[in-house]
């Protein structure tokens, strides 16, 4: 017996080294995956034996085994929500499809967690429900243009009901407002003959200018010719006065001249003649002769004979 004994106790001291080293893994193994590393824009819920312990933020933390149980784990980062598109009816009996998308955040994650069983289908429903109420006080026409009213609303309806839950809901917008086929049929119809319109405004329009510029352009060019031709005329008018001015000039300067050689009955003589000699060269039918004309052919002569002895006696 005592040899047994000696025989087994090497046996047993070893069974239970063995057995205290896997006591010993398993120990250290629960230990280290008791810790938790929380990243950033992260919280995790923590209950302890079934109630709310804490919210464990940024860092590494450690899990009590058996007691402590992580619960959820919440993203703080804002979210973003497309809901399909819910049929609702305005209010001249319009029904149309609308789908939606929300842009919420998480503010409190222990009133996300234990608020509501399932946010995003609450958040779903109220949503559907905001938004029929919404669209059902407003006519066709007014939904299609009231894209800013119709956010508003929402997004302030959902925040206040999302409040209790942690959800902060930050904006909501329409994405697609799809009327029933007949009434697309019908405001393309409207819209084509709305194009047509305008185009032939535009084209009468721009006819009109047409004509008001050429009837301008053609006014102004009879102001210009009659401007044009009254320059003309004043030029002209000018012109000719300046050569009556020089003739009469040239005239009283001959007359000037034959006065200060002192032939003065002469000059006067002489111009008769010429006178005269124009008369006879126009094509007047009857000349009226001077009666002193003798006297006057007379008087020629004798200056001419006087002419005659001043340059001998030069």
């Known amino acids: 017996m005592n040899v047994l004994d000696s025989l087994l106790a090497p046996v047993a ?5 063995i057995v205290g080293i896997i006591f010993g893994v398993i120990v250290f193994v629960v230990v280290v995956s ?5 990243t950033q824009t992260k919280k995790v819920i923590v209950e302890r034996l079934g109630g709310y312990y ?11 085994p058996i007691l402590d149980r992580q619960v959820k784990t919440v993203s703080l980062k804002e979210q973003v929500k497309d809901f399909d598109p819910q049929p609702v009816i305005t209010r001249d009996n319009v029904t149309m499809q609308i789908d939606t998308v929300v842009f919420f955040a998480i503010t409190d994650p222990k009133a996300y967690t234990y608020g509501t069983e399932n946010p995003m289908m609450a958040i779903e429903n109220i949503s559907a429900t905001t938004l029929r109420n919404i669209i059902g006080d407003l006519d066709l026409d007014q939904t299609l243009t009231s894209r800013d009213l119709i956010n508003t609303k929402m997004r302030v309806i959902l925040d206040e009901a999302t409040d209790p839950w942690g959800i902060k809901v930050n904006r909501v917008e329409v994405k697609n407002i799809v009327p029933p086929k007949d ?4 405001m393309e119809k409207q819209m084509r003959a709305e194009r047509e319109k305008r185009q032939t405004i535009l ?18 060019a009879v102001l ?4 044009a031709n009254k320059q003309q005329t004043i ?6 006065a300046s050569a009556i001015f020089k003739i009469k000039e040239a005239e009283a300067l001959g007359i000037k001249l034959i006065k200060d050689a002192g032939a003065d009955q002469a000059v006067l003589t002489l111009k008769s003649l010429e006178a005269l000699a124009l008369v006879a060269n126009g094509q007047a039918t009857k000349i009226v ?19 005659k002895e001043g340059k001998a006696t030069k």
């Open 224 to 227: 210009l010719r009659a401007e």
């Open 235 to 240: 030029l002209k008018a000018e012109g000719e």
């Open 54 to 64: 804490t919210t464990w933020g940024v860092g590494l933390h450690w899990l009590v």
């Open 183 to 186: 009434i697309r049929d019908s």
């Open 203 to 220: 084209i009468a329009e721009g006819e009109k200018r047409s004509k008001i510029l050429e009837a301008e352009g053609e006014a102004e």
């Open 13 to 17: 001291l070893s069974v239970g080294g």
């Open 34 to 38: 008791s810790f938790r590393l929380v």
């Open 289 to 307: 002769v001077p009666t002193n004309i003798t006297d006057i052919a007379s008087t020629v002569l004798m200056a001419a004979e006087i002419a």
